[in-house]
């Protein structure tokens, strides 16, 4: 009888062990990565606990992987204090890290391309978005029919050498229209946004969401162009463009090895987390002022951009190849420049935190040096 009970008791225990086993495996791997991983080499301490990281736009979903790292509390279980600085651009938050307002920046990759044509060894260290989440559209009642129609429209764009700048920008060279052929003005990421194209401010908005669903929602505008999804970035890229990647110079990286791998680490589990996550889960862990006052809304846009997100946190040669194909359509400076691609992406931190993580069981982590062989040639995200 009591043998029987134990198997009963055992067999109970088995049976809810299985049913949690995705709450139970994210615990161990937060254990084991927020204490032993923060000590990548044997030991070695985090050369600095404190960061200062630039955005833009931290509201668009664009951005979702920093808001939940840091709602989420990843940041601290790796050791970390980040304070942020919301810029109304990309372009502004590059400036930052140029000038060393700020250690690390979120951002468009073409940032990276832009800052090796200038001479500046920037380097991405891991990705957050594969696809750019940028979309175009016109105001309802305006006539439409090809790429060439930009020609002479006031377009509005986040800030001016942004990622939705550049999306617009390479559109206009696939017609054949030279950058000056348009006009453009910087409406930010929210209200103001919403209210230039609803107020006839703007002709076309090229933004990113929520603003845009909210923007459909309101029956404001059309769609010509919309990188949310897979299809449309083949048929305008050629394929994977990678998005917001994190980034920092390669001096600050090399003198800060373990901090970086310290974030890098934060990030990955977030973006494993989004990839598992309910849509509710997600929107619950957001600030409630990021909502537009309509979690409806919030959820048609949120649902729109779940592909958006990379799975690996790897930048595909694939993608670095296409993002400079298209910057090069529009800029002289990145047309006539030959850029050693391998150098834009430092791969180390990210192969090491997929190891980490997919591995949380494993006693010897702590001095694990392993990486996985992956071929960036041949890589598919």
Same mark, same amino acid.
């Given at each position: ?35 032993? *991983? ?53 372009? /502004? ?33 891991? /990705?957050?978005?594969? *696809? ?51 006009? *453009? ?13 609803? @107020? ?143 150098? @834009? ?37």
């Amino acid at each position: 009888m009591i043998a029987a009970k134990r198997v009963q008791f055992f067999g109970e225990a088995m049976a809810e062990m299985q049913c949690n086993r995705r709450i139970f495996t994210a615990g161990m791997a937060s254990l084991l990565l927020g204490t032993g *991983f923060l000590n990548p080499a044997r030991g070695q301490q985090l050369e600095r606990s404190s960061l200062k990281l630039g955005v833009a736009n931290k509201a668009h979903l664009y951005y979702l992987p920093v808001t939940i790292a840091e709602r989420r509390g990843y940041f601290r279980d790796y050791g970390l204090a980040i304070a942020m600085s919301d810029f109304e651009g990309g372009g /502004e938050s590059f400036d930052a890290l140029l000038n060393s307002s700020v250690d690390i920046a979120a951002g468009a990759y073409e940032h990276i391309l832009r800052a090796k044509a200038m001479g500046h060894d920037i380097r991405a260290v891991i /990705e957050l978005g594969r *696809f750019p989440g940028v979309v175009l559209a016109v105001g309802k009642n305006r006539p439409f029919k090809s790429y060439a129609d930009l020609k002479g429209l006031k377009i509005g764009v986040t800030a001016p050498n942004s990622s939705s700048h550049f999306f617009v920008l390479y559109l206009m060279a696939k017609a054949g229209l030279a950058p000056t052929d348009a006009s *453009f003005v910087g409406v930010g990421g929210g209200e103001r946004a919403v209210n230039a194209m609803a @107020t006839g401010e703007i002709d076309l908005i090229s933004n990113l969401d929520p603003v845009i669903t909210r923007l459909q929602q309101d029956g404001t505008v059309r769609v010509v162009a919309d990188t949310r999804f897979p299809r449309v970035n083949y048929e305008i890229f050629g394929g994977t463009n990678p998005a917001a990647v994190l980034y920092a110079k390669q001096d600050f990286i090399a003198a800060n090895p373990a901090t970086i791998q310290a974030l890098v680490n934060a990030f990955y589990k977030t973006l494993r987390w989004i990839a598992t996550a309910t849509t509710d889960e997600i929107i619950n862990s957001l600030p409630q002022d990021y909502l537009f006052g309509d979690r409806t809304i919030y959820v048609k846009a949120l649902k729109a951009n779940l592909l958006v997100y990379s799975r690996t946190g790897i930048i595909t040669r694939q993608g670095m190849d296409n993002a400079l194909k298209m910057m090069a359509t529009f800029d002289p400076d990145l047309r006539d420049k030959k850029i050693d691609l391998q150098t @834009t992406f430092d791969d180390r931190f990210i192969k090491r935190a997929t190891v980490l993580f997919d591995d949380p069981t494993n006693s010897d982590l702590e001095t694990d040096d392993r990486r996985p062989e992956i071929d960036l040639n041949r890589f598919q995200d």
